[in-house]
């Protein structure tokens, strides 16, 4: 692993606190935890906000989220995200089929 230093407020640090606490971890075990569902959640957001702005198709947005189409459109279903597919979608993934 790698060390990353960070400078965090004293209400960023009460909250690492409180989840290390929680999860009967230490700081860096908070941290890396929240940073990686974070994270995950910020791709998924972005990904999502993509694909309704019409810059990339489905595909694209698992892409984006490291997600499988039918994980991103299960992602988008559950967040009340309208399909966006179109022939060009139907025709890039008859092509990824073959």
Do not use: P
Not at 20 to 47: K, T, V
């Amino acid at each position: 692993m790698e060390n990353v230093t960070t400078r965090m407020s004293d209400e960023e640090l009460d909250l690492v606190d409180k989840l290390a606490a929680l999860q009967g971890g230490n700081r860096s075990d908070a941290i890396r935890e929240a940073l990686r569902r974070g994270a995950r959640e910020e791709l998924i957001r972005i990904a999502l906000q993509r694909y309704q702005d019409g810059e990339v198709g489905m595909r694209g947005a698992a892409d984006i989220a490291d997600l499988s189409i039918a994980e991103m459109m299960a992602e988008a279903n559950d967040r009340g995200i309208l399909s966006n597919y179109d022939e060009a979608d139907l025709a890039g993934d008859v092509d990824a089929l073959r």
